[in-house]
Each structure stands twice: as C-alpha cells, then as structure tokens.
C-alpha cells in the first residue's frame, strides 16, 4: 500500500531531551517536506527536501533540523526540544516538484508534548 | 512569500444545506489551488484542486471556484452530510501542481447540524 509512515504517533519528552521523528514513504516521491499543526494557525512549513541531499528551510525551522540521505526517509531531529514545539507534525511527500498531477500525500502525524 | 487568508475559522450550517470556504491569496504569480479536509485525529487529505487556467472544477458534491483577478478562490458543498464535518485547508502553490511551495490558510472548521 502506498502511503507515508511516521513514527512515533505519539511522543512525551521533557526540555533538552534530543529526540528524533521518522518519516519514510514507499512510493518513490522525490519531494518530502514536515510540517507543524497547531490551533488556529493551520499548517506551517518546517523544512522540506526537493531530492537526496538537499533540503532547505520552510516558515518555521528554528530549533529543527532534517536529513535527506535516502530518497525514502526524511527524518526530524529535535536537538533541544523546548515546550514551544509541542505541536502535531505531519510528513508529507509528492512524486516530484512543480509536477502537473502531484499531490501532497500526508503522514499520519506525531503528537509531540515537551514538558 | 505567499500569504493565505482563509474565512471564517468556523462554520456551522444545517444538514442539507450548503457550505462556502472563502479563500484570498497575495501573489498574483500563484497558479495551484488544491483543497485538502482533515477529519477528526487524521491527516489532512486532498479533495479537490484547481489550477490557474480554470474558472471552476466540480466533483459530485463539491466545487471550486477561482477568481485570478480577484485573487480569491472558494469551495462549495452542496447537500451537506454529517461525513463533511472536519476542519477544511486551502492553500496556494507557485509551482503549478507540485506540492512544493504550497502555502496553506488556517483551516476552517466545518460543523454540519444534523
């Protein structure tokens, strides 16, 4: 089944603790991208990855950084989580940028509490 | 960059009825307007888009509709069913169809009574 998987779904953390979300999609999308959800704010563009090994940054990336060393996985890493990401993130991948016909495919999403 | 504006943040109408998202976008380059619904605890899905060379596309129950001069697009549910209740997401795109550099409004959340 295609589709995008991120673990885990649900994460509690506590301030400073490093902590990594993954991302992997099967459907050989060159373009993944995370972003964050929160009320009343929508969604909001973290990073995103037009292809293996380059990545660059969304509307809001202070205090994460990704990797796109395989074409399937784009990892999250929170160096220092601080309670202000608390937040619900969702991976999303589409077949390729500036596609006709690509669609943003999304994760199930991680809900992520930093104490 | 490119700023969504998405109105209203809520949305309450009477089952049968119909529903209207109103959406304004900043840059008159923007040329992919894709509708995403999030249902309760899921992730956002794609339920219809439009791109800058059509005035309106529908699908069954729903429609969009884009103003280029205007710079506003719109969704439109007819017959609402309890299955419509979620939070709906517009967005705007400069690459055409891809995915990337899609910007999206604030959602709004649609709830049908029954």
């Known amino acids: 089944e295609a589709q995008v998987t991120q673990n885990p779904r649900y994460l509690i953390t506590v301030t400073g603790k490093k902590l990594t979300v993954t991302c992997s999609q099967n459907m050989n999308h060159e373009y993944m991208s995370w972003y964050r959800q929160d009320p009343g704010l929508g969604l909001r563009q973290i990073y995103y990855s037009m292809n293996v090994e380059v990545t660059d940054k969304g509307d809001v990336p202070e205090g994460y950084k990704v990797s796109r060393k395989e074409k399937r996985n784009f990892p999250l890493i929170l160096e220092s989580p601080s309670p202000n990401q608390t937040s619900l993130y969702f991976c999303?991948?589409?077949?390729?940028?500036?596609?006709?016909?690509?669609?943003?495919?999304f994760g199930n999403g991680t809900r992520l509490t930093v104490t | 960059g490119e700023n969504v504006e998405q109105h209203p943040s809520t949305l309450s109408v009477q089952e049968g009825d119909s529903a209207v998202i109103k959406c304004t976008y900043s840059d008159s380059a923007s040329n992919y307007f894709p509708w995403y619904k999030q249902e309760l605890g899921k992730r956002p899905q794609l339920i219809i888009d439009?791109?800058?060379?059509?005035g309106e596309k529908k699908d069954q129950r729903i429609a969009v509709t884009l103003n280029k001069t205007a710079k506003h697009f719109s969704l439109h549910i007819t017959e609402t069913q309890p299955e419509d209740s979620a939070v709906y997401f517009c967005a705007a795109s400069l690459s055409g169809g891809g995915a990337d550099g899609l910007t999206f409004g604030k959602g709004t959340h649609l709830i049908i009574q029954p």
């Open positions: 999303a991948s589409s077949l390729s940028t500036g596609a006709y016909n690509s669609p943003l495919h």
């Open positions: 439009i791109r800058s060379n059509v």
